[in-house]
């Protein structure tokens, strides 16, 4: 495994999280992710970032324990399974903990999530939950659900 740090992802994620990269034999350069990036990511640290997973591109997240303070956008094309004991949480007005657009596929197999100012999860795509814990702030300015599946 290598710790990836202090890149910015503009191509993959569009943030600096420190991630563990797992079956790479070198680390990428910046104008590599977008195509060079392997999908099984583990967060190594907690984040302040938002992660957006781009068309055509297949993500295992494993949250390792740590919490991302903003949410995670899935384009139209893109594929995330989230993993392992960790948190996603916003609390940014009009934001999900998770997005997936239109054509966009998610797998929840655990986690706890959480959106306090819109939906916790907003779902135009696929989406298959098998486990996680789903929360919602008491400041919901928004007054929207915990989770919105369609428009």
Partial sequence: MKLISNLKRAGYFGMA????????????TA???????????TLSADSNEC?????????????????????VVVEAGAKLTITGNGTITTSVAGQAAIYNKVGGTVTIE????????????KNLGTMTINGGTFTQGTTNASNASMIANGW
Avoid at 62 to 70: A, V, Y
């Fill in 17 to 28: 999280a420190a991630l563990v990269v797992t079956a790479m034999p070198v680390v990428p």
């Fill in 31 to 41: 104008n590599a992710w977008a195509t060079d990036l392997p999908g099984n990511l």
């Fill in 51 to 71: 992660y957006t997973i781009p068309v055509d591109k297949t993500v295992t997240l494993d949250l390792d324990g740590h919490t991302l303070n903003c949410g």
């Fill in 110 to 121: 655990s986690g706890t999530f959480n959106s306090t100012d819109w939906y916790t999860i």
